[in-house]
């Protein structure tokens, strides 16, 4: 198949999919790289495709929000304390989007997560110790963002509670 094709196949597969697409998987549907997968997204968003890649995969942004859009400013060193930040989240409905972090030379650096649940945690972790990667957060002393998706007014208020009682949140 001609790259044009796989290509217009590719966004194919991420619009009609329910769930995210790993590039392996496409790759081995292709019968190609996932390096050739990469290539071939990065053309897509060239051509003004609203795709995101995330742990999980590449999928389309959603067009309807669940809640409300929130974003939170957290610090915390150690491996153990990112998991138990992200599971004070999920178990309350909250849907991680992303994290940035503010470089000193590259600026506003932004991953998108897309975790709203333990079994994405459990992914993300395992992914994280598989790839030999270090969190973003490595790079600024343990202090970054996360843009969250919440239910409710009441439910963002329980979450800085909970965040503020385990002193991961930094507030202004």
């Known amino acids: 198949m001609k790259g044009k094709m796989r290509r217009i196949s590719i966004e194919k597969d991420i619009v009609e999919a329910k769930d995210p697409i790993k590039g392996s998987a496409l790759a ?21 495709k609203a795709i ?13 929000r669940i809640g409300l ?7 915390h060193i150690k491996e153990r304390d990112l998991k138990e930040e992200l599971r004070i989240m999920v178990d309350l409905g909250v849907k991680i989007i ?8 590259y600026g506003e650096i932004r991953g998108n997560l897309n975790i709203q649940s333990r079994l994405d945690i ?15 957060a490595e790079l ?3 202090v970054h963002m996360h843009t969250i998706e919440v239910p409710s007014e009441a439910v963002y208020q329980k979450l800085i509670t ?11």
């Open 28 to 48: 081995k549907k292709y019968r190609v790289s996932r390096q050739v997968i990469v290539q071939d997204i990065a053309l897509l968003r060239a051509e003004g």
């Open 52 to 64: 995101i890649a995330t742990p999980q995969g590449y999928l389309l942004p959603e067009k309807k």
């Open 69 to 75: 859009q929130k974003t939170i400013v957290t610090r």
């Open 98 to 105: 992303d994290v940035i972090v503010e470089h000193p030379l």
């Open 122 to 136: 459990d992914n993300f972790m395992a992914r994280l110790e598989e790839v030999e990667a270090k969190p973003l």
């Open 140 to 142: 600024t002393d343990g």
């Open 162 to 172: 909970l965040l503020r009682k385990k002193n991961y949140l930094i507030e202004a």
